[in-house]
């Protein structure tokens, strides 16, 4: 079992940025693959971007691609999602998940991730 806590989320001005955390524990010493989502009031659940264990892969939809960064550090059980020039569309909660890595799943859908936190709540005001 691995549990993962998100934090980070807050109100922001549109413009602005956000350093969001995920901190794992449990059985941490898999080499998960780890991923972002956000689920707007709504809306279905919506995939930002992933990454692998080594953090040499990234998975992430088009509309992701310049706006958010994510990265990892493992020593510390640690991910992270960087997200600038924030707008309001991005008003959602944010979670994370975690996912074994197996070759060709596809990491952007929220069936393949088996762990997943709570949720960060970002709000961006315009």
């Known amino acids: 079992q691995v549990q993962l806590v998100e934090s980070g989320g807050e109100l922001v001005q549109a413009g602005g940025s956000l350093r969001l955390s995920c901190a794992a524990s449990?059985?941490?010493?898999?080499?998960?693959?780890m991923g972002w989502f956000r689920q707007a009031p709504g809306k279905e659940r919506e995939f930002v971007m992933g990454?692998?264990?080594?953090?040499?892969?990234?998975y992430y939809p088009g509309s992701a691609k310049g706006r958010f960064t994510i990265n990892r550090d493992n020593a510390k059980d640690m991910t992270y999602l960087q997200v600038s020039s924030l707008r309001p569309e991005d008003t959602a909660v944010y979670y994370c998940?975690?996912?074994?890595?197996?070759?060709?799943?596809?990491?952007?859908?929220?069936?393949?991730?088996?762990?997943w936190g709570q949720g960060t709540q970002v709000t961006v005001s315009s």
């Open positions: 998940a975690a996912a074994d890595e197996v070759a060709g799943r596809d990491y952007s859908r929220a069936s393949a991730y088996d762990y």
């Open positions: 449990g059985r941490t010493s898999s080499q998960y693959v």
């Open positions: 990454t692998n264990w080594s953090g040499s892969r990234i």
